[in-house]
């Protein structure tokens, strides 16, 4: 949430808006929402004797739940550290940043600030925390620091902020949630709600063609096993085609033999669920646990695959492929009902 801005950067505010408290409590209420804090953000080239390197300082409050963010941050390092007399001289600033500029823990590093009046303001602040998210764009650009410094430099009140961020406890609630606060009566008329999908759509629509990929593949996967379990099937009820006519000719009814063959189907489809879930997951945990598998992390936004294991849908991948193998276990099953007893036995 943040003053509507026309013909403005989505995500650097130039213009503050006034803390609303009853808002805040009003959004704090709602179901989706985990976490609302102010921020703010301001261009700055960052500097030191050799390089220097643009990035937009986004300034937070001792309210952020960084929590969010810790699994970004790298081991041995910190967040920033508040203090209520004034503002915080410290930055976090992301891997991708401190190689480009050849900086590490505690350096300390000058941020040149343009003015409105195109004049130049210089703040010197030392690193305490590296980060990487994997997405370019924001490593190249961000880093964190005090919002009190924001308001310093801009003039601001005590009372100003650039906006509000809003965590959710589900990103699928993004649009829901946003509609809701807009909607809401205590929602000033010269703000807007913008969604992390109105701000990075690009990140989004890569999203959903990874999504689309996976569940063609996917598709493509289960037709070519339903095909590849009926040949095998079928093969097995062939090469059974003289036993299959002795039990009939013995009395045996098609049911009976069919029973036969179903039984020793599901045995196989069994022993092939188990053994294959057991793979999968002992897969799952190595890759988890290693990061084996790595992946391009400028195509992918991560360096290597993720992986997260919800045991309700190792459930429903399992019955449901036992359900998909027993109804294609009726398919060769009814092949033993054409088969004539005198024709079977003298079959070759």
């Known amino acids: ?7 403005k950067s989505a995500i650097s505010e130039e213009d503050p808006i006034e803390k609303n408290d ?3 409590a009003a959004v704090k209420k709602m179901p989706q929402v985990r976490t609302i804090h102010p921020f703010a953000t301001k261009n700055a080239i960052l500097k030191t004797e050799e390089e220097i390197e643009g990035i937009l300082l986004k300034g937070v409050d001792k309210t952020f739940d960084f929590q969010n963010l810790q699994s970004y941050l790298q081991p041995g390092v ?12 410290e930055i976090v600033i992301s891997t991708f940043t401190a190689n480009q500029l050849k900086l590490k823990l505690n350096d300390a590093v000058l941020l040149y600030f343009v003015q409105p009046d195109q004049s130049m303001r210089v703040r010197k602040l030392k690193i ?14 961000f880093a964190l620091g005090d919002i009190g410094l924001l308001r310093r430099l801009n003039n601001w009140e005590d009372f100003e902020i650039g906006g509000y961020e809003i965590f959710l406890k589900d990103h699928e609630q993004m649009q829901n949630a946003g509609n809701a606060i807009f909607e809401n009566d205590l929602f000033p008329q010269e703000w807007e709600a913008k969604t992390a999908k109105d701000l990075q759509p690009n990140i989004f629509d890569w999203l959903n063609v990874i999504s689309t990929n996976s569940t063609v593949l996917i598709t493509i996967m289960i037709i070519i096993a339903i095909i590849n379990f009926i040949t095998c099937l079928i093969i097995l009820v062939l090469e059974r085609v003289q036993m299959i006519g002795t039990l009939k000719a013995l009395g045996a009814s098609d049911w009976d033999v069919q029973k036969i063959f179903l039984h020793h189907s599901v045995l196989v489809t069994l022993a092939g669920i188990i053994l294959g879930t057991g793979l999968a997951l002992l897969l799952l945990w190595i890759q988890n646990t290693t990061g084996i598998v790595s992946l391009p992390e400028d195509a992918y936004y991560m360096d290597k695959a993720a992986v997260k294991i919800n045991w309700w849908e190792v459930l429903i991948v399992c019955g449901g492929t036992l359900v998909i193998s027993f109804l294609v276990l009726l398919i060769p099953s009814i092949i033993v009902r054409k088969i004539q007893p005198i ?4 079959f070759r």
């Open 1 to 7: 949430m943040q003053y509507r801005q026309p013909m």
């Open 343 to 346: 024709k079977a036995i003298h």
């Open 78 to 89: 910190r967040w920033i550290q508040f203090n209520d007399s004034s503002y915080a001289n």
């Open 128 to 141: 305490v925390g590296l980060y990487k998210t994997g997405i370019e764009e924001y490593d190249r650009h």
């Open 22 to 24: 009853a808002l805040v």
